[in-house]
């Protein structure tokens, strides 16, 4: 089973998080793989557990990320739903709260396994800090949602969970 769908990946030119999360989220329910209430629940835990991550320990090259998420009860399947901003947005720190980040791509995790959730974070986390820097660079400078698909399809290495 594969982390990335075709039809889940975005280029969005939304200017604020609430407006990314909203247009995310309308085409994520229409396509049937989030409920209702979940863009309710996920700017919620934004605003209470923030999702930033500063990405200058890894390299100063790199550009900021966030890994917006709810609860599995909101949403249908699990998937990671990348989104590359044209504009960079604002989203809080997950680390120290009090910051704000610039924030260039998301990575939002779809997880209706309530076990899973701290192995897909963990798994980006393993992305972000054992890919090479210029590789990571390619796919956020990506303006292109196949061409997004296709590099996470080569390049993200799914750890099967063994139990």
Same mark, same amino acid.
């Given at each position: 089973?594969?982390?990335?769908?075709?039809?889940?990946?975005?280029? /969005?030119?939304?200017?604020?998080?609430?407006?990314?999360? $909203?247009?995310?989220?309308?085409? #994520?329910?229409? /396509?049937?793989?989030?409920?209702?209430?979940?863009?309710?629940?996920?700017?919620?835990?934004?605003?209470?557990?923030?999702?930033? +991550?500063? &990405?200058?320990? +890894?390299?100063? *090259?790199?550009? =900021?990320?966030? +890994?917006?998420? &709810? *609860?599995?009860?909101?949403?249908? &399947?699990?998937?990671?739903?990348?989104?590359?901003?044209?504009?960079?947005?604002? !989203?809080? =720190?997950?680390? %120290?709260?009090?910051? *704000?980040? *610039?924030?260039? !791509?998301?990575?939002?995790? #779809?997880?209706? %396994?309530?076990?899973?959730?701290? =192995? +897909? #974070?963990? $798994?980006?986390?393993?992305?972000?800090?054992?890919?090479?820097?210029?590789?990571?660079?390619?796919?956020?400078?990506? &303006?292109?949602?196949?061409?997004?698909? %296709? !590099?996470?399809?080569?390049? !993200?290495? $799914?750890?099967?969970?063994?139990?």
């Amino acid at each position: 089973m594969t982390l990335f769908a075709s039809d889940a990946i975005f280029i /969005s030119d939304k200017t604020s998080q609430k407006e990314v999360l $909203q247009e995310v989220y309308d085409k #994520l329910l229409a /396509s049937g793989y989030v409920k209702g209430d979940f863009l309710k629940n996920v700017l919620e835990r934004e605003a209470n557990y923030p999702t930033g +991550i500063d &990405t200058s320990p +890894i390299s100063s *090259e790199l550009p =900021n990320v966030a +890994i917006p998420h &709810t *609860e599995g009860e909101f949403v249908n &399947t699990r998937l990671i739903v990348p989104v590359a901003l044209v504009h960079p947005i604002k !989203f809080h =720190n997950m680390i %120290d709260p009090s910051q *704000e980040l *610039e924030v260039k !791509f998301l990575f939002m995790i #779809l997880n209706n %396994d309530p076990e899973g959730q701290a =192995n +897909i #974070l963990a $798994q980006i986390m393993d992305f972000l800090s054992s890919t090479p820097v210029a590789t990571l660079n390619k796919l956020f400078n990506l &303006t292109d949602p196949r061409a997004i698909y %296709d !590099f996470l399809s080569e390049n !993200f290495k $799914q750890k099967l969970q063994t139990v």
